[in-house]
């Protein structure tokens, strides 16, 4: 069992940036992804960006690439995901998953392991 706790979100004002973090614990296979996702109010939820552990490569939806940046802490053991340039249509609640996986990570796949999400509001 892995569990995952996010943290990181608030309030932010447009423009600004974020760092989510993800903190994976328990038992953790050798190889997995980790994927960051959200769900806007009334909407579906949707893939961010993943990336692998141990080698950390990283995949991004294309929609986002140019304003999420997801990454590896290795001293805090953490799995983050930065947010530049907020909108408001950023708002949403963010949550990480895990999955065991040996190639590169994918956002298509089935993620097995969810943790609670952090909410992110931005709003001037």
């Known amino acids: 069992q892995v569990q995952l706790v996010e943290s990181g979100g608030g309030l932010a004002q447009p423009g600004g940036s974020l760092k989510l973090s993800c903190a994976a614990s328990?038992?953790?296979?050798?190889?997995?992804?980790i994927g960051w996702f959200r769900q806007a109010p009334g909407k579906e939820r949707e893939a961010i960006a993943c990336?692998?552990?141990?080698?950390?490569?990283?995949n991004y939806r294309d929609f986002v690439r140019d304003r999420f940046t997801i990454s590896r802490d290795y001293v805090r053991n953490t799995f983050n995901l930065q947010i530049h340039n907020l909108k408001p249509e950023d708002t949403a609640v963010y949550y990480c998953?895990?999955?065991?996986?040996?190639?590169?990570?994918?956002?298509?796949?089935?993620?097995?392991?969810w943790g609670q999400g952090t909410q992110v509001i931005v709003s001037s």
């Open positions: 998953a895990a999955v065991e996986r040996l190639g590169l990570c994918s956002l298509r796949e089935r993620y097995e392991f």
């Open positions: 328990g038992r953790t296979p050798a190889a997995y992804a």
């Open positions: 990336i692998n552990s141990p080698d950390s490569r990283t």
